[in-house]
């Protein structure tokens, strides 16, 4: 399975979508900072599960609608920070969709989502990816689940994974920065957290017109490969 994450940046990069999918053949796409109430049904070959609703820049999921059957969404609000309350830029930060697989029935759950801007504490990030993640297992308990989007966390990444662990999820970081806007602030933004998936690795793409590089993530639900014959 093969998914994109990308932080639109105030829907500037909206246009290059459909490339992106035809370029890397991906199976569902997760956006950030997408204007919803500008983007379409279709995406080449992607269905819109859903988009948040509360506010004009969200988030969305598309998924292969000749591989997967939407079942169920759920969006959430999370603890907001000091600039959610003065700004009020977004009112639901996790997007989670159930999916289920067309021809062999299994189900999985991926989900968009998008941390508080840099002006919170780690600790507040921290609260909302555990809120987040304890919410998927609820849409889908037992299920595998993969989150991916902009999770707003560039240092102390270590605290953030033994938080993850503490969860059963796992963290893992794409092959390269993903934000280069500012100087001082490079580095990794946007990554996975996920639990009964294998990834083989999650690659960041060429620069298009956002500040947010978009990362291809590889994944399969651990044990899904076949056997290797002895």
Do not use: W
């Not at 508080?116 to 809120?131: F, G, K």
């Not at 934000?179 to 620069?207: E, M, N």
Request: overall charge neutral.
């Amino acid at each position: 399975m093969k998914v994109i994450s990308y932080n639109l940046r105030k829907h500037r990069a909206a246009g290059e979508l459909a490339a992106l999918v035809d370029a890397h053949a991906v199976d569902v796409l997760c956006l950030q900072e997408c204007d919803t109430r500008d983007i379409p049904a279709e995406i080449s070959g992607l269905r819109l599960a859903e988009a948040t609703q509360r506010n004009r820049l969200g988030l969305a999921v598309y998924y292969r609608e000749n591989t997967f059957r939407a079942v169920e969404v759920r969006s959430i609000a999370l603890k907001k920070s000091l600039h959610d309350y003065v700004l009020k830029p977004a009112e639901e930060r996790m997007l989670g969709v159930r999916l289920r697989d067309i021809d062999d029935g299994h189900e999985i759950i991926v989900a968009s989502f998008h941390a508080a801007p840099l002006t919170a504490l780690n600790s507040l990030r921290r609260h909302q990816i555990r809120t987040a993640l304890a919410e998927l297992q609820n849409l889908g308990p037992g299920l595998p689940a993969l989150m991916v989007g902009d999770y707003n966390y560039p240092v102390f990444k270590e605290n953030l994974g033994q938080a993850v662990r503490d969860q059963g999820y796992e963290l893992t970081l794409s092959d390269s920065r993903t934000y280069t806007r500012y100087r001082f602030f490079r580095g990794h933004y946007d990554f996975a957290t996920s639990i009964g998936f294998d990834i083989a690795h999650i690659r960041t793409l060429p620069q298009g017109l956002s500040d947010h590089l978009p990362i291809l993530i590889t994944a399969e639900v651990e044990g899904s490969r076949p056997a290797v014959a002895s």
